[in-house]
């Protein structure tokens, strides 16, 4: 069984316009938006760090706090860095273009998950499979059970948008069907949910019904970038693009002043609301403005003879590469390098907690300073500093764990589908028939990734039981995903892609 949801789009710039075998004309990757993926990464991965902090109780114990979060300065900036949209946005622009290049080859739903999913799951799996380990580890040599229990929250916080992600990775073919076929009335009835959800919110004052929009903004945010794929071999007008971003940003600061939405951006987050959907749409029309130019920027300039030429586009391209790469490990790692250095630094505080070190300062204030002091901010350069650069470090040293190939997990699949089989005779007749067509397989897949992650953000990833059962979900799903691969696939799919960019796609977002 297969899923054809729309006919594959007419060739154009965005799409592919080579017949099968027809290596000759293949879809380039736009750097501009690469550079802006990895750069949306970086902006969470400095907001997490800033936002980090510990201090010593008065029984002398370490507590891990939010930083900044409350203050005016952090308040504004957050209209500045609260980057979610832009890259959901930029996600909704790259799979529909991988969408269409999947059915342009003849690929299927199910073909699309099974690439995609391989390319999100590992490295989370790599992610809570070491963490749960290390805290385990961490527990038995003594680290008190209020810091592990801290560290295992914050480790999987930042898994919310991979779970959202992956889910509406599923979705993108049905997505992108009625976006062909009705675009306007699809993204009128996703924002008219959005509006809805938040208008019960502040009918009810019952907060937790701001969970709903997770169903409506990410996937209206992402619908936008469908329209920014169709648009962008077309002329800019620069007139529409800047009325419609002050339109927006305006309508926001209303809807703040009239006390709809928070001021603060990073509240608006959780639960998602209506403010970054006009949030995002700013961003889209600023992005719409400086895409050209950007590509310029990264490709060494307008003029090609300029001195330094190509010195720039080679730098630029290996800032690119390296953040495909590594940009996804750089987002996972970059908490748990958070929580070790927290915990060093706290301890490295209880050692010399009532050491005078001159003019009424303690040794334990300079390692651990009080949060928005000025010896803080001093040392706010040198903490962003080792933590980018020992993230870098860690993301890529988890890029090199093996993890099982496809084909063995095939195997693997197919193995203890005949055991089942061999065992339950009844579960076979009901319920083997179904996962054995490509998209049943596909939906339980998905499923089990989005449930494995969900396990690592809502309890935690520690005790060790529920780093078990969170990575046995998501190898189940990889083991079905890897089942759902047609003959001849795996070739197919490496030649889409640039040689150079082959050893990469497990680890990119691509």
């Known amino acids: 069984m297969s899923l054809t ?34 750069g949306c990464l970086v902006v969470v991965v400095i907001l997490h760090s800033m ?28 209209w500045f860095f609260q980057i979610m949209p832009l890259f959901f946005f930029i996600g909704g622009y790259a799979a529909i273009n991988g969408w269409r290049r999947t059915q342009a080859t003849g690929g299927t739903w199910a073909d699309y998950i099974h ?14 499979g070491v963490a749960g380990v290390g805290l385990s580890l ?13 560290a295992s929250t914050r480790i999987g916080q930042p898994l919310w948008f991979l779970a959202v992600y992956v889910g509406l990775t599923s979705l993108v073919p049905l997505a992108v069907h009625f976006h062909e076929r009705a675009p306007r009335r699809t993204i009128a009835a996703l924002a008219g949910a959005v509006v809805a959800v938040d208008g019960l919110v502040a009918f009810t004052g019952v907060t937790g019904l701001g969970y709903l929009n997770f169903l409506f903004v990410w996937p209206l945010i992402q619908q936008c970038g469908f329209f920014y794929a169709d648009a962008i071999h077309r002329p800019v007008r620069a007139w529409s693009a800047w009325t419609v971003m002050v339109l927006s940003l305006v309508s926001l600061g209303v809807l703040v002043g009239l006390g709809v939405y928070s001021p603060n951006m990073l509240i608006n987050l959780n639960p998602p609301t209506g403010a970054l959907v006009l949030l995002g749409v700013a961003q889209m029309c600023i992005l719409r403005l400086s895409h050209a130019r950007l590509n310029e920027i990264v490709s060494g300039g307008s003029d090609r003879t300029a001195v330094g030429y190509e010195y720039r ?93 496809e084909d063995r997990l095939a195997k693997f699949g197919r193995a203890a589908a005949r055991g089942v089989r061999a065992s339950f005779s009844t579960f076979e007749a009901r319920v083997g028939q179904r996962l054995s067509s490509p998209v049943s397989r596909a939906l339980t897949a998905v499923t089990l990734a989005m449930g494995g992650i969900a396990i690592a953000l809502l309890v935690g990833i520690a005790p060790l039981i529920w780093t078990l059962v969170s990575v046995s979900a998501l190898l189940i799903s990889l083991v079905l995903a890897a089942t759902m691969k047609a003959p001849g696939s795996e070739r197919a799919a490496a030649t889409e892609m640039p040689a150079a960019d082959r050893g990469k796609a497990i680890v990119s977002f691509g």
């Not at 201090?55 to 308040?75: I, N, R, Y």
């Not at 690439?115 to 809570?128: D, K, S």
């Not at 961490?138 to 008190?144: D, H, I, Q, R, T």
Request: net charge neutral; hydrophobic share 50%.
């Open 138 to 150: 961490a527990s038995e040599l003594g680290v008190p059970a209020g810091l592990l229990a801290e």
């Open 115 to 128: 690439a995609r999913l391989r390319r999100l799951v590992i490295p989370v799996a790599v992610l809570i």
């Open 5 to 38: 949801l729309s006919r594959p789009p007419e060739a154009g710039a965005n799409h592919l316009s080579a017949p099968h075998g027809d290596t000759t004309r293949r879809p380039h990757r736009d750097r501009a938006i690469d550079l802006i993926r990895f």
């Open 51 to 78: 936002m980090s902090s510990a201090v010593l109780g008065a029984d002398g114990d370490v507590v891990p706090t939010v930083a900044l979060l409350h203050t005016t300065g952090f308040t504004i900036a957050s």
């Open 313 to 405: 586009a080679r730098i630029w391209e290996r800032v690119i590469s390296w953040g495909n790469t590594y940009g996804i490990q750089v987002y996972l790692w970059h908490m748990p390098i958070v929580i070790t250095l927290i915990g060093a630094l706290g301890y490295a505080a209880q050692l010399l907690s009532g050491v005078p070190a001159g003019d009424g300062l303690s040794a334990a204030g300079i390692v651990l300073p009080e949060i928005e002091s000025n010896w803080w901010w001093l040392t706010r350069l040198s903490w962003l500093i080792t933590v980018m650069g020992l993230a870098a470090l860690l993301a890529m040293a988890m890029s090199k764990i093996p993890f099982p190939g």
